[in-house]
């Protein structure tokens, strides 16, 4: 098809389709980049709320429920009066509406062996525990199962109490050594004793700028589609009608047809100056007919 042969209405709609696809690719990949950045920044706000909750629930367990339990009772070691297990806990509850996060408090010497810090944590405690004003570190990892997003926290030993069952076995309930060993030992106070980790993987960010950009782009291309139509009414009756008008009386005088009417002259715009100088034409050949008729 040759562009040049389609007609007036044809090749504007050609040339506004292309421009408005070229434009929705560009804005397709600039909204992608900055919601990428935004939903990252989104992921990351929620992850520092569930950093906040866990702390406040470990707060909780340190000042209101390790005074009112035991250690242990009946021989057997209440898990639910250390910190650590209640945050976990609290989060594995948390994940049912957020099942994309993943929580661990990570130590190099923690009670609990599940909770020992693997080889690409280990980094991060050893920089919270050399620098003691770096507060967070965010970054990303390669896994099995694609990249994920990770947010790192220090604890410090602040409380005292805290101590009383990781200083030394010998003042450490009996219990807690038979369920969990002679780990977790040693702690001193403003320690960093462990890292909050909590890690989410890429695709999420990723989904959820998607879905924010798909629904961007559409209603952009929707308001196209109706600039389009609207452009093509206010062409054919500001544009293509006068023109058709006078392509037809142009072709009536070509055929010696001098008593056509005018066309008519509406406003001051370049189709109504092209219509004012053709009237004066046609009326200025019409006089100029008669005179030689005489």
């Known amino acids: 098809m040759n562009f040049l042969s389609l007609r007036l209405v044809p090749k504007f709609n050609l040339i506004f389709i292309v421009v408005s696809l070229a434009g929705l690719l560009l804005a397709g990949w600039v909204f992608n980049a900055?919601?990428?950045?935004?939903?990252?920044?989104?992921?990351?706000?929620?992850?520092?709320?569930?950093?906040?909750?866990?702390?406040?629930?470990?707060?909780?367990?340190?000042?209101?429920?390790?005074?009112?339990l035991p250690f242990e009772r009946n021989g057997k070691f209440v898990a639910e009066t250390?910190?650590?297990?209640?945050?976990?806990?609290?989060?594995?509850?948390?994940?049912?509406?957020?099942?994309?996060?993943f929580y661990k408090e990570a130590s190099l010497n923690p009670t609990n062996r599940k909770h020992i810090a693997t080889k690409w944590e280990e980094p991060l405690l050893n920089r919270f525990r050399k620098d003691s004003t770096l507060k967070e570190i965010v970054g990303t990892r390669a896994t099995p199962r694609g990249p994920y997003l990770y947010l790192a926290r220090p604890i410090r030993i602040k409380d005292k109490s805290c101590l009383q069952c990781h200083t030394t076995p010998a003042m450490a309930p009996a219990s807690q050594i038979r369920e969990y060993g002679k780990g977790g030992f040693g702690w001193k106070l403003n320690e960093v004793v462990a890292a909050q980790v909590v890690s989410v993987p890429m695709t999420?960010?990723?989904?959820?700028?998607?879905?924010?950009?798909?629904?961007?782009?559409?209603?952009?291309?929707?308001?196209?589609?109706?600039?389009?139509?609207?452009?093509?009414?206010?062409?054919?009756?500001?544009?293509?009608?006068?023109?058709?008008?006078?392509?037809?009386?142009?072709?009536?005088?070509?055929?010696g047809n001098l008593e056509?009417?005018?066309?008519?002259?509406?406003?001051?715009?370049?189709?109504?100056?092209?219509?004012?100088?053709f009237n004066r034409m046609h009326r200025s050949l019409r006089q100029a007919i008669k005179m030689l008729d005489e």
């Not at 056509?260 to 100088?277: K, Q, Y």
Request: aromatic fraction near 4%; hydrophobic fraction near 45%; charged fraction near 20%.
């Open 204 to 255: 999420l960010p990723q989904r959820m700028a998607r879905r924010i950009s798909g629904l961007m782009l559409g209603a952009l291309a929707a308001v196209l589609i109706l600039t389009l139509v609207i452009l093509n009414v206010m062409l054919r009756v500001i544009v293509v009608q006068p023109v058709t008008r006078l392509s037809h009386i142009a072709d009536e005088i070509s055929k």
């Open 82 to 101: 250390v910190p650590a297990f209640s945050a976990t806990r609290t989060f594995e509850y948390l994940r049912e509406g957020y099942p994309d996060y």
């Open 260 to 277: 056509v009417e005018d066309l008519p002259v509406r406003g001051n715009d370049e189709i109504a100056t092209l219509s004012g100088s």
């Open 34 to 68: 900055l919601l990428q950045r935004q939903a990252r920044e989104h992921v990351l706000s929620d992850a520092r709320l569930m950093m906040q909750s866990a702390l406040a629930v470990r707060k909780y367990t340190n000042t209101r429920i390790r005074p009112q």
